[in-house]
């Protein structure tokens, strides 16, 4: 269930202009191979980055981690999107705590 962000998921490519990245197929692919990916999204470079120091951090030092709230944003977006699509299960906690933030930023 680990995405793959240090290369193309379908071709194998490391040299990677844009970051475009499918949901479905569970990582980043090349601008060659954007064409064939169903849920593919443009992400950015920043948050590429978070999620490769994210997936290479140990779990007791993540509370050390300054995120910026945009990227936070991205990541909360597209981990949710993964989670869903590769689990093929809707998490109704998940809704719940979307709702939860929602009314806190009233």
């Not at 990245?21 to 920043?46: H, M, N, W, Y």
Request: charged content about 30%; hydrophobic content about 35%.
């Amino acid at each position: 269930y680990r995405p793959s962000l240090n290369r193309c998921v379908h071709c194998g490519e490391t040299e990677l202009e844009n970051y475009l990245f499918d949901i479905a197929l569970g990582g980043l692919l090349c601008s060659e191979c954007e064409k064939i990916g169903k849920t593919v999204q443009r992400i950015r470079p920043g948050t590429v980055e978070i999620l490769r120091l994210l997936l290479n951090t140990e779990i007791s030092r993540l509370n050390t981690l300054k995120i910026d709230h945009t990227i936070f944003n991205e990541i909360d977006r597209l981990t949710k999107r993964f989670v869903e699509t590769h689990l093929e299960k809707k998490f109704k906690s998940l809704e719940f705590l979307d709702e939860i933030k929602n009314n806190e930023d009233i």
